[in-house]
């Protein structure tokens, strides 16, 4: 089994920085993919950074320039660096990873969501 751990949500004020952690741990191979994903009140679930196992990144466009993905392979963790937040950008977060395991066998897991959210 691997299990997915999110932290550093949390409120801030328009224009604030916040840093959020996903660590990986459990019967781990190695991880693939990560990426970040936000969900907003009444709509879909969208992708807001990607990076590759290789460090190649990708954001939404209405996060580019803002935010910062990387991950730290020997720790299993993604980061997402968020700066000039703003209200928009109010959502709960979840990471995603795909994991290689013991088995090597892939599988996609999910974080258990962190909510941020951006007001005055």
């Known amino acids: 089994q691997v299990q997915l751990v999110e932290s550093g949500g949390g409120l801030v004020q328009p224009g604030g920085s916040l840093t959020l952690s996903c660590a990986a741990s459990g019967s781990i191979h190695y991880v693939s993919d990560m990426g970040w994903y936000r969900q907003a009140p009444g709509k879909q679930r969208e992708l807001v950074a990607h990076?590759?196992?290789?460090?190649?990144?990708k954001y939404a466009y209405s996060v580019e320039g803002r935010f910062t993905i990387s991950r730290d392979n020997a720790k299993n963790t993604v980061y997402l660096q968020m700066n000039s937040l703003e209200p928009e950008d109010t959502a709960v977060y979840y990471c995603?990873?795909?994991?290689?395991?013991?088995?090597?066998?892939?599988?996609?897991?999910w974080g258990q969501g962190t909510q941020v959210t951006v007001s005055s």
């Open positions: 995603k990873m795909v994991v290689v395991t013991t088995t090597y066998i892939s599988y996609d897991y």
């Open positions: 990076i590759s196992r290789g460090g190649a990144t």
